[in-house]
């Protein structure tokens, strides 16, 4: 019965362990989506645009560059940086720069970037997908 215990113990602790990563990794992702949802309703609002720009920050880490080219914001930069999770563009591809025209509410291109736990073995991806008519949503999968 004391060995059963131990295992039944061991085997709720690692699944608890599992469920925390994955608990942090849905926080980002929720973090980033929020992030992008909230810049481009202020555009939409203020009918202006940003300019989004990627910064490689680590071992396959991305921070996100948004200038404001337009509206009370015209000219100033913000910054999005994790240091909790790996998030960067599904086709690791940094050098585009997508534009945001809060007119018609469109992001080109498109961007999708994934959010993975550091370290890797500690939950499970998610992806952030932010569509070219401005819509965001986190999704566990990729079609």
């Known amino acids: 019965m004391v060995i059963m215990a131990l295992m039944a113990g061991s085997v709720g602790f690692i699944f608890n362990e599992t ?9 980002e992702a929720d973090n980033l989506a929020l992030w992008f949802m909230d ?25 996100f560059r948004l200038t404001w080219q337009g509206g009370t914001q015209h000219g100033k930069t913000e910054i999005y940086e994790s240091s909790r999770a790996r998030i ?4 690791g591809d940094l050098s585009k720069s997508r534009i945001f025209d809060g007119e018609w509410s469109s992001l080109t291109p498109a961007l999708t970037v994934d959010v993975k736990p550091q370290p890797p073995h500690d939950g499970k991806p998610l992806y952030v997908v932010v569509s070219g008519a401005g819509y965001v949503t986190v999704v566990n999968k990729i079609n």
Not at 39 to 63: D, H, P, Y
Not at 88 to 91: K, Q
Request: contains cysteine.
């Open 88 to 91: 960067y563009p599904l086709t």
């Open 19 to 27: 469920s925390n990563g994955d608990k942090e990794i849905r926080e």
């Open 39 to 63: 810049r481009m309703s202020r555009a939409q609002v203020e009918e202006c645009c940003f300019k989004l720009s990627m910064s490689k920050i680590g071992s396959r880490n991305t921070s």
